[in-house]
């Protein structure tokens, strides 16, 4: 990889002001990536992203080569907003910036659920673009069973609901919900599902919209996350999750992280690399070079096959700040790196 040799690559994440400027400001898990960067003659540098310091990152990010981003949609209070901002003004003077924004925006959004709902980890998924679309249209589909409500951007559960009429409700807008957020912590609350859509009303402020998908009665038995450095499966993480279920299931279960080899998960490797990944670029129109460097797709176990074999419901796709990853995914999130900066620019 010669000509990587003495390229530099930013790792981005957010901490505030007085970690930006201590010398608590280390790579943690970032690490490995670091190191399997090194090994391929790239110079991985740390920065710390706060909008108080916008000017000084801003700087930091044209001295470099690439900048590999891990920040959520929505920390602390605060939105990507401006680090987006800041991100589209790198890419465009010359700077691979992964992922791109725009990507983000087409990809790691809950829009892409509804826009992606006839592939096969597809199901039936509803996209509502006003609160009085939302009004009018989600009733109807809540009385055929329990329903779940996803904000377009967000992370850690916020702005997701299990939404399920309380038995014996009554008809209109004064009918009794139980509605769960997919929050730690969260207790099933009882209230009108006029009351439950004006508290989604925020999710509308902006550009913002919901997705709405039925709810899977396999969460019970886990979810799986596939994770890929752009088009190609690196490795998957099992888990039995808390998110959406009663709060007498327990505390989630750990996450066991396996290689893209992973033999009972083979059939959706096959499926991701060979037919849904493909079809994803096509439908949303993204090059493949444009693929985020390290990215993942969760996924719910959906109804078996009439042979008995598993089918797969995706929930949501991950890209702004995938953590953790399997061991084997900062080598191939290195060598990535490594052939896009030996490549001639775009």
Same mark, same amino acid.
């Given at each position: 990889?010669?000509?990587?040799?003495?390229?530099?690559?930013?790792?981005v994440?957010?901490?505030?002001?007085?970690?930006?400027?201590s010398? &608590?400001?280390?790579?943690?898990?970032?690490?490995?990536?670091?190191?399997a960067?090194?090994?391929?003659?790239?110079?991985?540098?740390?920065?710390?992203?706060?909008?108080?310091? #916008?000017a000084?990152?801003?700087?930091?990010?044209?001295?470099m080569?690439?900048?590999?981003v891990?920040?959520? *949609?929505?920390? #602390?209070g605060?939105?990507?907003?401006?680090?987006?901002?800041?991100? %589209?003004d790198?890419?465009?003077?010359?700077?691979?910036?992964?992922?791109?924004?725009d990507?983000?925006?087409?990809?790691?959004?809950?829009?892409v659920?509804?826009?992606? %709902?006839?592939?096969?980890?597809?199901?039936d998924?509803?996209?509502?673009?006003?609160?009085?679309?939302?009004?009018?249209?989600?009733? *109807?589909?809540?009385?055929?069973?329990?329903?779940?409500?996803?904000?377009?951007?967000?992370?850690?559960?916020?702005?997701?609901?299990?939404?399920?009429?309380?038995?014996?409700?009554?008809?209109?807008?004064?009918?009794?919900?139980?509605?769960?957020?997919?929050?730690?912590?969260?207790?099933?609350?009882?209230?009108?599902?006029?009351?439950?859509?004006?508290?989604?009303? &925020?999710?509308f402020?902006?550009?913002?919209?919901?997705?709405?998908?039925?709810?899977?009665?396999?969460l019970?038995?886990g979810? =799986?996350?596939?994770?890929?450095? #752009?088009?190609?499966?690196?490795?998957?993480?099992? #888990?039995? =999750?808390?998110?959406l279920?009663?709060p007498?299931?327990?505390?989630?279960? *750990?996450?066991?992280?396996?290689?893209a080899?992973?033999?009972?998960l083979q059939?959706?490797r096959?499926a991701?690399?060979?037919d849904?990944?493909?079809?994803?670029? %096509?439908?949303l129109?993204i090059?493949?070079?444009?693929?985020?460097?390290?990215?993942?797709?969760?996924?719910?176990?959906?109804?078996?096959? &009439?042979?008995?074999?598993?089918?797969?419901?995706?929930?949501?796709?991950?890209?702004s700040?995938?953590?953790? =990853?399997?061991?084997e995914?900062?080598?191939? =999130?290195?060598?990535?790196?490594?052939r896009?900066?030996?490549? *001639?620019?775009?």
């Amino acid at each position: 990889m010669t000509a990587a040799v003495q390229s530099r690559v930013a790792l981005v994440w957010r901490a505030d002001a007085a970690v930006r400027a201590s010398a &608590a400001a280390q790579p943690g898990r970032l690490a490995p990536i670091i190191d399997a960067l090194a090994a391929e003659g790239v110079t991985a540098e740390p920065v710390v992203y706060c909008e108080e310091a #916008q000017a000084e990152v801003s700087a930091q990010l044209l001295a470099m080569d690439a900048v590999l981003v891990w920040v959520d *949609p929505i920390s #602390q209070g605060r939105d990507r907003g401006r680090l987006d901002s800041l991100l %589209r003004d790198v890419a465009a003077q010359g700077c691979w910036v992964s992922a791109h924004p725009d990507v983000i925006l087409k990809m790691g959004v809950k829009e892409v659920l509804y826009r992606t %709902r006839d592939f096969g980890w597809g199901t039936d998924t509803d996209l509502y673009l006003t609160v009085t679309d939302f009004r009018a249209r989600f009733p *109807p589909r809540l009385a055929a069973g329990a329903r779940v409500l996803k904000q377009n951007r967000g992370n850690g559960g916020q702005g997701v609901w299990k939404v399920e009429l309380a038995a014996g409700a009554a008809p209109g807008e004064d009918r009794l919900a139980e509605v769960l957020h997919a929050r730690r912590g969260s207790q099933i609350e009882r209230l009108s599902l006029g009351a439950l859509m004006d508290r989604c009303g &925020a999710y509308f402020a902006g550009d913002g919209r919901l997705i709405d998908q039925p709810f899977q009665a396999r969460l019970p038995e886990g979810m =799986i996350r596939c994770y890929l450095v #752009q088009d190609r499966v690196v490795g998957f993480g099992r #888990q039995l =999750i808390k998110a959406l279920m009663p709060p007498e299931a327990g505390e989630p279960g *750990p996450r066991m992280m396996s290689g893209a080899d992973y033999p009972p998960l083979q059939a959706l490797r096959d499926a991701m690399e060979r037919d849904w990944v493909p079809a994803l670029l %096509r439908r949303l129109e993204i090059k493949p070079d444009d693929l985020p460097v390290v990215w993942d797709a969760d996924f719910l176990l959906g109804p078996k096959t &009439a042979t008995g074999e598993d089918t797969f419901v995706l929930c949501e796709i991950n890209i702004s700040a995938v953590m953790p =990853i399997p061991d084997e995914a900062p080598v191939e =999130i290195a060598r990535c790196v490594a052939r896009r900066l030996e490549a *001639p620019p775009p």
